[in-house]
């Protein structure tokens, strides 16, 4: 479901193409790649953490969710979405693909 709310707001899920539903993935990996966002559960707090993780390296948006919004039903994804795809929006110049990655 995380993938789909992540379309949906026109994001794409680096590691898609993955083999297993959960991969485990390299820095390096992450950094060819070349992303614009990266997607947490989680706070501001921890957005701050992610973000000087990748520093200087990748100038990616850190964007997080509430864990609970994403992962329990109801109408929960529905919020979820419209939070990303307003923050996705900021994230990358008008007309450039989005290509972000949610951990997990």
């Given at each position: 479901m995380q993938n789909e709310v992540l379309q949906l707001c026109g994001g794409e899920n680096i590691?898609?193409?993955a083999r297993m539903p959960w991969p485990q993935v390299s820095r390096e990996q992450v950094l060819v790649r070349q992303l614009l966002?990266?997607?947490i559960p989680g706070d501001e707090a921890q957005?701050?953490?992610?973000a000087?993780?990748?520093c200087p390296q990748l100038?990616?948006?850190v964007i997080t969710i509430n864990d609970d919004l994403l992962s329990r039903a109801g109408p929960r994804p529905i919020l979820t979405a419209q939070k990303l795809c307003s923050q996705l929006s900021l994230a990358g110049k008008p007309g450039e693909r989005k290509i972000t990655a949610m951990r997990d």
């Open positions: 590691f898609a193409d966002a990266i997607v957005a701050q953490q992610v000087q993780f990748w100038s990616a948006t």
